[in-house]
């Protein structure tokens, strides 16, 4: 069963009061996948992390529990969820642990190097605007 496009454009860019809702969906309904990328990463305590699509920063906070280095950042385009993530993960932010960006992939703030792994995952939503 297809998901209605209306959803479906809120997975890739949640917006409004809808995408407050969709952020709280997409912890629960994407925890498994993320897991897997995490696992998958072999990270190791000296590991500097980046995540493409932050959106909700539970998969972040893990790694961030894994790997000691840090700051681990996240990235994701839209306001609602990073708004969502800043208040959710106050605390590691404040440590120094994390760091959030709005913004898009296509120009990172980061300098070349900052990163010895990196991630996406639930990031192409293919024939959507």
Do not use: P
């Given at each position: 069963m297809r998901k209605p496009l209306l959803i479906a454009k809120q997975g890739r860019c949640p917006t409004g009061l809808l995408g407050?809702?969709?952020?709280?969906?997409?912890a629960?309904?994407?925890a498994a996948e993320n897991d897997i990328v995490l696992g998958?990463?072999?990270l190791d305590p000296a590991d500097?992390?980046?995540?493409?699509?932050s959106g909700h920063g539970n998969t972040l906070a893990k790694v961030a529990?894994?790997?000691?280095?840090g700051p681990?950042?996240?990235?994701d385009f839209s306001p609602v969820m990073?708004?969502?993530?800043?208040?959710?993960?106050?605390n590691l932010a404040r440590e120094g642990r994390l760091a959030f960006h709005l913004g898009g992939s296509e120009r990172l703030p980061y300098p070349?190097?900052?990163?010895d792994k990196a991630y996406a995952v639930h990031t192409v939503y293919a024939g959507l605007p």
């Open positions: 407050k809702l969709v952020a709280h969906v997409m629960t309904q994407t998958l990463l072999h500097c992390v980046l995540e493409i699509g529990g894994l790997a000691s280095r681990h950042c996240g990235v990073h708004r969502h993530v800043s208040r959710r993960h106050r070349d190097r900052t990163f």
